[in-house]
């Protein structure tokens, strides 16, 4: 099959792959026609609404429901104990594995409630008047226990236990005594204790960030039905209609035919929506009540009762020759993993120091349960938080060593044939060519005002590829319709018909692309990991190729000559029997006749992709900071980024742009705050602030392209890259501009205001 | 009128505050009457040389009013600071004052500016300063059955005008963490004459803070009649530390505002610094 | 608690609906009218995904009572599109892939339309303070002001 590109160059040039056409469900995102999580209704619907704790840490005594369920209108409540024990197993996301039993755990709480927000009870109504009144009806009793919400906090002996039954593992010896501390995984090569006393130059940082909601604007929403048969439909928005009905069979004890799952639209993901919390308790109510129910969730619940990404402690040490090599680095990663198991701690580590060729180091990562919310992947889970640290110590090291941070960097660089910090061994990566368009870029040789300072960072995914399946089908009349099972989060849609496209050379308002339910595409792995535009991008060409394959096949059949005498050339099929001169068939003509020549044109290709690539993200941040207030303006931004190949370069550049914006928030202003009794503080978009239009300027997005050979037309993922560098580019560029080294994120004015005045001299 | 007086009534001007209120459960009234649709509550005027501003004009309204743009743009820059454009269309000066936020933004503005608030109630009407109505955050001196009907600004004298400044992590949406109010009047040699200063979200109460204006009188914004403007509005803060900002923070930020203020204030009323 | 009786113009077509006196003007669009088009993202006018224009004026649906509606001309994303033909600013928004979730996109779009009705040759800051209110978290908002100054660019001509 095709995984090598250079049948690119054998035919003619791209002539739809790396243009910008127009998404084809444009006219309805603009005019309000898409549908929505919360937009459907199904007739006869209640409204289901979830009673949580209001505690962060309780034993649930007894819950009394019965006034709730006396209360007219009421049509079904539910709680723990209407749900089945869930063996615990680890399922794979594609993002990060989930633990059901903790999954299950998480949608409804049953002997303990481990966060403000957990949800303890649900109800479905006839009216969101009667649902409220219902859940203030319902009598929780709860034993309050001290929470501890800090991840050294829960490190510590004497911390307030979450689970009886958690016994660290992966040290050398098993304790005897429970705590909060999952695990520890641990990764090194060659000797660093000795490279560190041999180095020249030594940095060290101990650097901290708070939780960061992934922000998506739409808040979580279902409209759940499960029929008297046993069948089920579920319509709501998330990435991924499959894993949404993995989880409620796991939840609810279903077979997964039993469940049909309808993808919306979906408003914002982030990989905040690559697990489920409402549609579990939608079905339950619904079986309860004999009909549908809808649940939204509010702003509020979306902050305090879905995954943010974990806070986490960042301790480097780096050691360096004189000449700038880096001879040694030493990591220790503590994140919050929330309630249950599971941060990302695991990938941190992994991508911790994957940009640099480092002989000796160690990685030591903790994943600690903490009172907070379980957390949930957020793009490129882990890998900001510790690229914070490492990209920061790198900074430190430049400045110490008297060089240039790009250059230190080139020097460090990983390169083909390196052998990966975490494992596999690099091809076809592009990180120098990234630095160099950084270094070469306007932006770097721009003169600074005062007060203004210039940070430089770089950033790491490996990107995945995993399970698509893709069916495309061609109409009577030569038009094509390409179904997926990925939800369209960025503009999928048009990159698959791009793609298709380009394969079956016809033009691309010639093909539709679909994305389909769970009953009506094969499987299909979640939207996330940067992996779409790869696997399901590959699935696409590989079934549009099968298609080829077949019309020529046909139209051998109805020249009535050898197979290996049609070409297929710009959306049809030539005959190149010298005895023979028919006019060329295209896809029109074949498909009107197909009936004659076999039957439906058609193809599936389902597969598990392999050999994603690597991205490298390198960004150049200027900002200016008032000294009097604190206050930090971002000037400029510049992000360079080796994507492969830009299918649709407009779309590449806005997850470039995005998730530079998602970090710059997170770098300067978005936290989450708790008081005293591990309660949030700012649920709510007017306290957890993420940037709005007026605090970043226009982004530039630089786009190398390195090709992919692995992938029809050498694309690789990237749309988590672009999150990774912005933290340690914009506290790099702070640093530039103050002269202090601010280490704990955000950097808002207040504590800028108090470094400075800290500041000798 | 009535229908205020009844138990558990609220009016409503712009309603952006009440019906977060609503939403959150915070308030749960028995009715909400509509001001907009009372006479003399929605629109500017000018009477007698000072400007008459309906208890529920929205922002977007005051901003486009030249006259009084021009006349105080101290009030109307801080007016047209409350939330987004879309809280613009509808948020009120009456309801920022009422709603009673130690940070509202209009406040200092208007207490510097000397504002008077003319309330209606089931025992008649009573004219008393804007910095008499919050009594604390949330709370304000408004007898059940009263609202304010009208804001006052008094006639202005020549070679006047105000300045507000606020300081929030973001440049939009955020409550300000500090704000400062301030309004000038100078004489024809570009001596400071009368200085009001007022600073918001430094105490349970916007503040007017005598100390801070009369640091200014009698000086042309020298160093040092800065330097004691900027103690004098330290002095006066009683600021709290919560999500957005510390009491130490807060404090200093007040004395950089105030002096800002003070230049910008001082510029447009046509004086040299 | 009985329903209040209201009479209003939405997108220019006459319309009467009951609602309850603690209904906002997002719920009624969205679960009374049918016009799912604006869209709730937080319920406390923070977000700016339920802005539509009241009067000429643009606001947060989730911000105003249902009853407040009464007499006065509303203007959703429904509307914004003309007998089948897209509105500039719509047209522009594709064209510059100023959406990709396209959740915010409805918002953001009539907040656009106001703005370039009160000034039709904005600034890149004017712009971008105007649309303040109108969060995006996919975009980090390039393309979008791009969008919005090529429409304006556009519309100036056709005016002209």
């Known amino acids: 099959m095709s995984d090598v590109l250079d049948k690119a160059d054998v035919q003619s040039p791209l002539k739809i792959v790396g243009t910008r056409p127009i998404r084809p469900d444009g006219a309805d995102k603009v005019t309000g026609r898409a549908a929505y999580g919360a937009d459907l209704n199904m007739p006869g619907?209640?409204?289901?609404?979830?009673?949580?704790?209001?505690?962060?840490?309780?034993?649930?005594?007894?819950?009394?429901?019965?006034?709730?369920?006396?209360?007219?209108?009421?049509?079904?409540?539910?709680?723990?104990?209407?749900?089945?024990?869930?063996?615990?197993?680890?399922?794979?996301?594609?993002?990060?594995?989930?633990?059901?039993?903790?999954?299950?755990?998480?949608?409804?709480?049953?002997?303990?409630?481990?966060?403000?927000?957990?949800?303890?009870?649900?109800?479905?109504?006839?009216?969101?008047?009667?649902?409220?009144?219902?859940?203030?009806?319902?009598?929780?009793?709860?034993?309050?226990?001290?929470?501890?919400?800090?991840?050294?906090?829960?490190?510590?002996?004497?911390?307030?236990?979450?689970?009886?039954?958690?016994?660290?593992?992966?040290?050398?010896?098993?304790?005897?005594?429970?705590?909060?501390?999952?695990?520890?995984?641990?990764?090194?090569?060659?000797?660093?204790?000795?490279?560190?006393?041999?180095?020249?130059v030594v940095v060290e940082g101990r650097y901290t960030t708070q939780a960061v909601h992934q922000g998506y604007i739409e808040p979580h929403?279902?409209?759940?039905?499960?029929?008297?048969?046993?069948?089920?439909?579920?319509?709501?928005?998330?990435?991924?209609?499959?894993?949404?009905?993995?989880?409620?069979?796991?939840?609810?004890g279903l077979e997964v035919s039993s469940i049909r799952v309808t993808p919306a639209e979906i408003g914002g993901g982030f990989g905040g929506k690559t697990t489920v919390y409402l549609e579990p308790l939608a079905l339950a109510l619904s079986r309860q009540a004999g009909h549908p129910v809808k649940m939204v969730m509010t702003r509020d619940e979306v902050f305090r009762a879905t995954g943010p990404t974990s806070g986490a402690v960042i301790l480097v040490k780096l050691g360096a020759k004189a000449d700038g090599t880096i001879v040694a680095a030493d990591v220790e990663l503590k994140f919050q993993a929330g309630a249950y198991a599971g941060s990302p701690v695991g990938a941190a580590s992994m991508t911790a120091l994957a940009c640099y060729d480092i002989e000796n180091f160690t990685i030591t990562g903790w994943d600690v349960v903490t009172n907070t919310p379980k957390v949930a992947a957020y793009r490129a889970p882990g890998a900001p938080i510790a690229a914070f640290g490492v990209e920061c110590a790198i900074d430190d090291l430049a400045r110490k060593l008297g060089m240039d941070p790009i250059a230190l960097r080139e020097k460090n660089a990983v390169r083909n044939g390196v052998k990966a910090a975490y494992g596999p061994t690099f091809q076809n990566i592009g990180f120098l060519e990234t630095l160099a368009a950084a270094r070469n870029s306007d932006h770097y040789s721009a003169p600074l005002?005062?007060?203004?300072?210039?940070?430089?960072?770089?950033?790491?995914?490996?990107?995945?590829?995993?399970?698509?399946?893709?069916?495309?089908?061609?109409?009577?009349?030569?038009?094509v319709v390409v179904v997926?099972?990925?939800?369209?989060?960025?503009?999928?849609?048009?990159?698959?018909?791009?793609?298709?496209?380009?394969?079956?050379?016809?033009?691309?308002?010639?093909?539709?692309?679909?994305?389909?339910?769970?009953?009506?595409?094969?499987?299909?792995?979640?939207?996330?990991?940067?992996?779409?535009?790869?696997?399901?991008?590959?699935?696409?060409?590989?079934?549009?190729?099968?298609?080829?394959?077949?019309?020529?096949?046909?139209?051998?059949?109805?020249?009535?000559?050898?197979?290996?005498?049609?070409?297929?050339?710009?959306?049809?099929?030539?005959?190149?029997?010298?005895?023979?001169?028919?006019?060329?068939?295209?896809?029109?003509?074949?498909?009107?006749?197909?009936?004659?020549?076999?039957?439906?044109?058609?193809?599936?290709?389902?597969?598990?992709?392999?050999?994603?690539?690597?991205?490298?993200?390198?960004?150049?941040?200027?900002?200016?900071?008032?000294?009097?207030?604190?206050?930090?303006?971002?000037?400029?931004?510049?992000?360079?980024?080796?994507?492969?190949?830009?299918?649709?370069?407009?779309?590449?550049?806005?997850?470039?742009?995005?998730?530079?914006?998602?970090?710059?928030?997170?770098?300067?202003?978005?936290?989450?705050?708790?008081?005293?009794?591990?309660?949030?503080?700012?649920?709510?978009?007017?306290?957890?602030?993420?940037?709005?239009?007026?605090?970043?300027?226009?982004?530039?997005?630089?786009?190398?392209?390195?090709?992919?050979?692995?992938?029809?037309?050498?694309?690789?993922?990237?749309?988590?890259?672009?999150?990774?560098?912005?933290?340690?580019?914009?506290?790099?560029?702070?640093?530039?501009?103050?002269?202090?080294?601010?280490?704990?994120?955000?950097?808002?004015?207040?504590?800028?205001?108090?470094?400075?005045?800290?500041k000798p001299g | 009128m009535k229908a205020l007086a009844a138990a558990g009534a609220r009016p409503m001007a712009g309603g952006t505050d009440l019906l977060v209120q609503l939403r959150s459960g915070r308030a749960q009234p028995e009715a909400i009457v509509d001001l907009k649709r009372v006479a003399g509550a929605v629109g500017v005027?000018?009477?007698?040389?000072?400007?008459?501003?309906?208890?529920?004009?929205?922002?977007?309204?005051?901003?486009?009013?030249?006259?009084?743009?021009?006349?105080?743009?101290?009030?109307?820059?801080?007016?047209?600071?409350?939330?987004?454009?879309?809280?613009?269309?509808?948020?009120?000066?009456?309801?920022?004052?009422?709603?009673?936020?130690?940070?509202?933004?209009?406040?200092?503005?208007?207490i510097a500016a000397r504002a008077v608030c003319v309330i209606v109630g089931p025992k008649g009407r009573r004219e008393v300063p804007v910095e008499s109505i919050a009594t604390g955050p949330g709370r304000t001196s408004l007898a059940p059955g009263e609202f304010v009907l009208e804001i006052r600004l008094p006639p202005r004298s020549a070679r006047s005008s105000d300045a507000y400044l606020r300081l929030i992590p973001r440049t939009e949406m955020d409550i300000a963490v500090v704000g400062a109010g301030v309004n000038l009047t100078l004489d024809a040699a570009g001596v400071v004459t009368q200085a009001h200063v007022a600073l918001g979200a430094v105490a349970p109460t916007a503040l007017l803070v005598p100390e801070a204006g009369a640091a200014l009188v009698g000086s042309k914004l020298d160093e040092a009649s800065l330097a004691r403007l900027d103690a004098a509005a330290r002095a006066a803060c009683k600021p709290i530390s919560d999500k957005r900002g510390t009491a130490e923070y807060r404090t200093k930020i007040a004395g950089v505002l105030a002096r800002r203020a003070a230049l910008i204030a001082y510029q447009r009323a046509g004086g040299h610094a | 608690m009985t329903k209040l009786h209201v009479s209003t113009v939405v997108n220019g077509d006459p319309v009467e609906f009951l609602a309850d006196p603690g209904m906002t003007l997002l719920d009624v669009l969205r679960d009374e009218l049918d016009l799912t088009g604006t869209k709730e993202g937080c319920g406390s006018g923070?977000?700016?995904?339920?802005?539509?224009?009241?009067?000429?004026?643009?606001?947060?649906?989730?911000?105003?009572?249902?009853?407040?509606?009464?007499?006065?001309?509303?203007?959703?994303?429904?509307?914004?599109?003309?007998?089948?033909?897209?509105?500039?600013?719509?047209?522009?928004?594709?064209?510059?892939?100023?959406?990709?979730?396209?959740?915010?996109?409805?918002?953001?779009l009539m907040a656009a339309k106001a703005l370039l009705d009160a000034n039709p040759d904005p600034t890149e800051t004017e712009v971008r303070y105007w649309l303040a209110g109108n969060l995006c978290r996919c975009t980090g908002y390039d393309k979008i002001i791009r969008a919005v100054m090529d429409a304006a660019a556009d519309l100036r001509q056709v005016r002209v």
Not at chain 1, 733 to 745: H, K, P, Q, S, W
Request: hydrophobic content about 45%.
């Open chain 3, 46 to 108: 923070d977000c700016g995904a339920c802005s539509v224009i009241v009067d000429d004026r643009l606001v947060c649906s989730c911000l105003m009572l249902a009853a407040e509606a009464q007499g006065r001309r509303v203007a959703t994303i429904e509307g914004l599109a003309q007998g089948g033909h897209l509105h500039p600013l719509q047209q522009k928004f594709l064209e510059h892939a100023a959406l990709q979730c396209g959740f915010c996109t409805p918002g953001l």
């Open chain 1, 484 to 758: 997926t099972g990925n939800p369209d989060i960025g503009g999928s849609r048009a990159t698959m018909a791009m793609m298709a496209a380009e394969t079956l050379g016809v033009p691309m308002d010639r093909v539709r692309a679909r994305v389909a339910d769970t009953a009506s595409i094969g499987f299909s792995m979640v939207t996330g990991g940067s992996r779409t535009t790869f696997a399901t991008g590959m699935a696409v060409v590989q079934a549009a190729e099968k298609v080829v394959a077949d019309l020529k096949r046909r139209a051998a059949l109805t020249w009535d000559v050898a197979a290996d005498k049609v070409e297929w050339r710009d959306g049809a099929a030539i005959c190149l029997d010298p005895t023979k001169d028919p006019k060329p068939l295209t896809l029109g003509d074949i498909a009107a006749n197909s009936a004659m020549t076999g039957g439906p044109i058609s193809a599936q290709v389902s597969l598990n992709a392999q050999g994603a690539g690597p991205g490298f993200g390198v960004h150049v941040c200027d900002v200016e900071i008032d000294p009097e207030t604190g206050h930090v303006t971002v000037l400029r931004y510049t992000a360079a980024q080796d994507v492969g190949k830009a299918i649709h370069p407009a779309y590449v550049e806005g997850q470039i742009q995005g998730g530079v914006a998602q970090g710059v928030g997170w770098a300067l202003n978005e936290e989450y705050i708790f008081d005293r009794a591990g309660k949030m503080e700012n649920a709510g978009f007017l306290d957890y602030r993420v940037p709005v239009a007026s605090d970043l300027p226009m982004i530039d997005a630089i786009m190398v392209e390195v090709a992919n050979p692995r992938h029809p037309f050498g694309a690789k993922g990237v749309g988590e890259v672009p999150i990774v560098p912005p933290l340690a580019a914009v506290a790099n560029a702070v640093r530039g501009a103050i002269g202090v080294r601010m280490t704990d994120l955000p950097l808002s004015p207040p504590k800028i205001r108090a470094a400075l005045d800290a």
């Open chain 1, 221 to 252: 929403a279902c409209v759940a039905s499960w029929a008297e048969d046993g069948q089920c439909e579920v319509w709501s928005s998330s990435q991924g209609q499959f894993m949404v009905r993995t989880y409620c069979a796991k939840v609810l």
């Open chain 2, 45 to 110: 005027r000018e009477i007698a040389g000072g400007f008459v501003i309906g208890a529920a004009t929205s922002g977007a309204v005051i901003g486009e009013h030249a006259a009084l743009s021009k006349a105080w743009p101290g009030v109307v820059e801080a007016a047209n600071l409350i939330g987004s454009t879309q809280v613009q269309g509808r948020a009120s000066l009456a309801g920022n004052l009422c709603n009673a936020s130690p940070a509202a933004d209009s406040v200092p503005a208007m």
């Open chain 1, 45 to 200: 619907q209640l409204v289901g609404k979830v009673l949580r704790s209001p505690h962060a840490h309780g034993r649930i005594v007894s819950i009394d429901t019965r006034k709730a369920r006396a209360l007219p209108g009421v049509k079904a409540v539910v709680t723990g104990a209407d749900f089945p024990d869930v063996a615990s197993e680890m399922h794979e996301g594609g993002e990060a594995a989930s633990n059901l039993r903790d999954l299950a755990m998480n949608v409804i709480a049953r002997e303990k409630a481990l966060y403000d927000g957990h949800a303890v009870a649900a109800v479905a109504a006839v009216s969101a008047a009667i649902a409220d009144e219902a859940l203030s009806l319902i009598s929780v009793t709860y034993e309050v226990l001290p929470h501890v919400l800090d991840v050294e906090a829960a490190m510590a002996p004497d911390a307030p236990v979450l689970h009886a039954s958690m016994f660290t593992e992966g040290q050398e010896t098993r304790p005897t005594v429970a705590s909060n501390i999952v695990k520890r995984n641990r990764m090194g090569r060659g000797d660093p204790a000795q490279a560190f006393a041999a180095a020249d």
């Open chain 1, 449 to 479: 005002g005062p007060n203004q300072g210039r940070g430089v960072a770089a950033g790491f995914w490996f990107n995945v590829g995993g399970e698509s399946t893709v069916a495309l089908h061609v109409g009577e009349d030569g038009s």
